[in-house]
C-alpha cells in the first residue's frame, strides 16, 4: 500500500488566499484525522471523521477552516481566507475500527501564509 | 478532557546509552497509550503501544511502562543508535465514551551523539 498520501507536500499563498489540502487514506480505513503542527502548540487534531461522517470538529480553530470527506478515499481541508497564522504543518492520518487508535500518518502539507 | 504532560521537551544521550521520555495523563479511564516517533520531514509513526491491562511491553530496544495508578508512562530506548534522533511523542486515549481520538504530548526532540 502507498499509505496516506498528502497534497501539495508544501503551499505558499498569501493572507487571504484560499487554500485546499487534499489526503488520500489508505483503502479501508474508515476513520480520518486532521491535524496541524506547529512549534508552539505541538500536534493538535483539527478534526476527524468515520465512514465519511465529521464526529468531532471542536479542534476547528475557526469558521476559516472547514473540512469534507465526500468519498472513502478523499478528504480536504480548506482555510478562507488564509492567515500568516495558519501557517504550520496539516497532517492526514488513517486508522481502521478494529485498531482504530494506531494511526497511520502522511508525510504532511507544509503551508506558509505570507 | 484528557491532557497529556510530556517531559522533557529536548534529550541529548551518547551513542550506546538509554534515553527516557515520560508522559502524565489526566484521565483515569484512559486505557490506550501509543508512542510515535517522527523523523525530520515526516509524518510521526507508531513505535509501540500499551494497554492498561499490562504493566511493561517490550519490543528490541524500545520498552514502555505504564502505571496506572500515578497516571504516568514511560518510554525506554537502550543502546541508543544515531538513527534514533527523532522526536518522540505519547499519546493516550480521551475519555471512556468509546469514540475518542488520541491524545498527544508535546513531544521530545532526542539527539544520539555519535
Known amino acids: 500500500d502507498a499509505g496516506v498520501i498528502q497534497s501539495p507536500r508544501h503551499e505558499v499563498t498569501e493572507m487571504g488566499q484560499e487554500v485546499t489540502l487534499r489526503c488520500k487514506p489508505i483503502s479501508g480505513h474508515d476513520y480520518l484525522f486532521w491535524y496541524r503542527q506547529t512549534m508552539m502548540r505541538g500536534l493538535e487534531l483539527l478534526i476527524y471523521f468515520n465512514n465519511n461522517v465529521p464526529i468531532d470538529d471542536s479542534g476547528m480553530p475557526e469558521d476559516r477552516f472547514s473540512a469534507k470527506m465526500p468519498n472513502a478515499s478523499f478528504s480536504t481541508l480548506k482555510i478562507q481566507p488564509s492567515e500568516p497564522r495558519d501557517s504550520a504543518v496539516y497532517f492526514c492520518?488513517?486508522?481502521?475500527?478494529?485498531?482504530?487508535?494506531?494511526?497511520?500518518f502522511g508525510p504532511g502539507t507544509r503551508l506558509t501564509v505570507t | 478532557g484528557e491532557n497529556v504532560e510530556q517531559h522533557p521537551s529536548t534529550l541529548s544521550v551518547q551513542e550506546g546509552d538509554s534515553a527516557v521520555i515520560k508522559c502524565t495523563y489526566s484521565d483515569s479511564a484512559s486505557n490506550y497509550f501509543p508512542w510515535y516517533k517522527q523523523e525530520l520531514g515526516k509524518g510521526p509513526q507508531l513505535i509501540i503501544d500499551?494497554?492498561?491491562?499490562?504493566g511493561e511491553k517490550k519490543d528490541q530496544r524500545i520498552a514502555v511502562t505504564l502505571n496506572k495508578t500515578a497516571k504516568h508512562f514511560s518510554l525506554h530506548i537502550t543502546e541508543t543508535q544515531p538513527e534514533d534522533s527523532a522526536v518522540y511523542f505519547c499519546a493516550a486515549e480521551r475519555g471512556n465514551s468509546g469514540n475518542t481520538p488520541l491524545v498527544f504530548g508535546k513531544g521530545t526532540r532526542l539527539s544520539v551523539i555519535a
Open positions: 500499551i494497554r492498561s491491562n499490562v
Open positions: 492520518a488513517s486508522s481502521f475500527d478494529g485498531s482504530r487508535y494506531e494511526q497511520y
